[in-house]
């Protein structure tokens, strides 16, 4: 398992570099957009586009939900550590792998149910209000895409997890 782990690890790294850039490019996507349309505002001569504010709110949850993704990367989560100073090591990595699996079902419940969401009436044939040539099918994406990589990600954590709870021998058995 470990081994497999090792051998996985370029992908994972070339994953999290890739997701990494694609929220740089939509945090400057959002960036340049919002700053046209306050723009547009109070400058006569620049635009201010309809579809602006539905656009960068449709960025921003493709960043939120690709960063909290990377989050898990990095176990970077928020989350509880006020009796993990009273409790042994060995519990609070075993409390850490019991949120880890809580959160792969939480990113496996996503991924099922985002797909579906996906392939509904609702988002195939919905259209933006302020672009109607556009689908809703995008505003719906984020949802299997976070469980997607929720998934991949927190498989990596379960077995780093397993590692600092068991021996490595003991582990390389399985």
Avoid at 22 to 44: F, N
Avoid at 68 to 73: C, G, K, N, V
């Amino acid at each position: 398992m470990l081994k497999t782990l090792r051998i996985l690890r370029p992908i994972y790294n070339l994953t999290d570099k890739f997701l990494m850039f694609v929220c740089k490019l939509l945090l400057i996507g959002d960036v340049c957009i919002t700053s046209m349309a306050v723009a547009g505002r109070y400058i006569p001569f620049i635009p201010d586009p309809a579809w602006s504010e539905q656009i960068v709110l449709t960025l921003m949850v493709y960043m939120a939900v690709l960063s909290a993704t990377l989050a898990i990367r990095r176990r970077a989560h928020i989350r509880m550590t006020a009796f993990d100073s009273y409790l042994p090591p060995k519990i609070v990595r075993v409390l850490d792998l019991l949120a880890d699996i809580a959160v792969f079902g939480l990113g496996v419940v996503m991924l099922v149910y985002g797909i579906k969401v996906c392939q509904s009436p609702l988002a195939r044939f919905g259209k933006y209000e302020s672009i109607p040539t556009l689908s809703r099918f995008w505003m719906y994406l984020p949802i299997p895409v976070a469980g997607g990589g929720m998934v991949i990600f927190e498989i990596e954590q379960i077995i780093q997890r397993l590692e600092e709870i068991f021996d490595p021998q003991d582990l390389q058995k399985l």
